[in-house]
Each structure stands twice: as C-alpha cells, then as structure tokens.
C-alpha cells in the first residue's frame, strides 16, 4: 500500500457509492485515514469494511442542514476534505419546478459550502489543511438540459478561488476537480449504452472516463507535499471542454 496520504485524515462527502466511493478507496489504498459519509448506513459500513489499513470512520448528516452538519464535522479531527456529494436533475431551466432548482442548489453548492464552513476552523487551528472541491466541466461550457447542475458548479468553481485567496495565509489550500462524463455504479448502464452515443462524440478521445482516471489528478490535489498549489481548477473530461 502506498504511503502518499500516510497520516491523513480526510472527509469524503457522498462516499457510499459513485465518485465517492472511488475517492475514498483511493486515499486509503494510500495511507490516508477516510471519514466516510453518506446516508446509507449499510452502505456505508460495507465500505468502511473493504477499505484497506485503519482508522477509517463514517458518519451520516444532511449536508443541506448547518447547525446538523457543524455538529457532525466537530471533533472528526481533518486534515483533509473531498466535497464531492452532489446531484443532477435533467430538464430545461425554464421546465424545472422550485423543488427542483432548490433540490440541486442546496446540495451541490449550499450543501458543500456548508461543510467547507465546518471544517475551516479546524484546519485554522491546527495550522493548514487541504480541501478539493468536486465540481465538473459542466461549470466551464454547460449543455442543454443540466443548467442548473452547471450553475451549481460553476458558483462551486468560483467559490473555490475565493476560499484560496481567502485562507492560503492560514495554509489551508483550496482547489477544484472538474470532471467529466464518468462511469460508476450510478450511470454505467445509460452511458455505455447507444442513447450515449450523441454526447460520447462530445469528447475529444470519443469515450467516457472510468473513475480510476482521476485518481491522479485528486492524488496530487491531496498530497502534502503538494503544498504551493492552490485556487486552481483541474478538468479531466477526455478533452470535452477543449472540443465544446
């Protein structure tokens, strides 16, 4: 098992599958200690069971609530946190009802913002910190039918550079994951069948991502001795954004 994370203690938010889930086994296959979140506790246990070494925990609260989430996050003891919980909602800005709008803006950027409000005063207090914000292509060149998932992770993106100019004096280092059309457990079977063909030709390499891609790309934003970068945004998309 690598060290790279050997010490780390990092929060991964939506972590009982997708994205997530690929995340977590990641920093713990590289030393890292993960907090896994989510609310699925089954789930959640299974995970925690399969992850390689030790001092991995979880814990479950509404991202959407602050006074809940505050609670949750105090104590955990970070060094580290992947905002990566999020959701989609398919359909015309103009077509989307107000649960609509709300639903994904409370989580994907509301909801994040709030966990990066609760674990700032520890990584004040301890002298640094790291956090990568899990946003996507989508908030650099939208397409149809995702406008507010896109808004969300656009506003995401530029919260991003704010909190690093905001904290690089605390040594708290900010940055963002931007990717692309990823397969998981969530989308695996729309993506890899023919109704994907149209946006497949969107990408440059004419395929879509495994999750196992953005290891690298995560790794280097977590690493600590990684310590001069931040308020940057690194989009892996197969060259969507390049060809859009």
């Not at 060290?3 to 990641?26: D, N």
């Not at 149809?144 to 708290?172: D, F, M």
Request: a neutral charge; proline letters at 4%.
């Amino acid at each position: 098992m690598d060290a790279q994370l050997a010490g780390q203690r990092i929060l991964v938010t939506g972590s009982s599958r997708g994205l997530g889930a690929e995340f977590a086994r990641c920093i713990a296959e590289a030393g890292g200690s993960v907090i896994l979140h989510g609310r699925d506790q089954e789930r959640l246990a299974a995970m925690k069971s399969s992850l390689p070494g030790a001092g991995h925990d979880m814990v479950s609260f509404d991202i959407r609530n602050i006074e809940e989430t505050t609670r949750a996050v105090d104590g955990l003891e970070l060094t580290g946190l992947v905002n990566n919980a999020g959701i989609t909602d398919t359909k015309p800005i103009h077509e989307a009802s107000e649960e609509d709008i709300r639903s994904v803006l409370e989580t994907n950027l509301i909801g994040n913002l709030y966990v990066y409000k609760a674990v700032v005063p520890q990584f004040m207090a301890r002298g640094g910190g790291v956090i990568v914000n899990v946003a996507s292509v989508l908030g650099h060149r939208p397409l149809p039918q995702v406008g507010i998932y896109a808004a969300s992770k656009a506003a995401l993106i530029q919260a991003t550079r704010s909190g690093a100019l905001e904290l690089a004096r605390h040594q708290i280092r900010v940055n963002a994951l931007c990717p692309g059309y990823v397969k998981t457990d969530i989308n695996r079977d729309f993506l890899e069948s023919p109704a994907a063909d149209g946006l497949r030709k969107k990408i440059l390499l004419r395929r879509f991502a495994e999750a196992s891609e953005l290891r690298p790309a995560l790794m280097m934003m977590l690493d600590p001795s990684n310590s001069y970068m931040t308020g940057t945004t690194i989009t892996i998309d197969g060259g969507m954004e390049a060809g859009l």
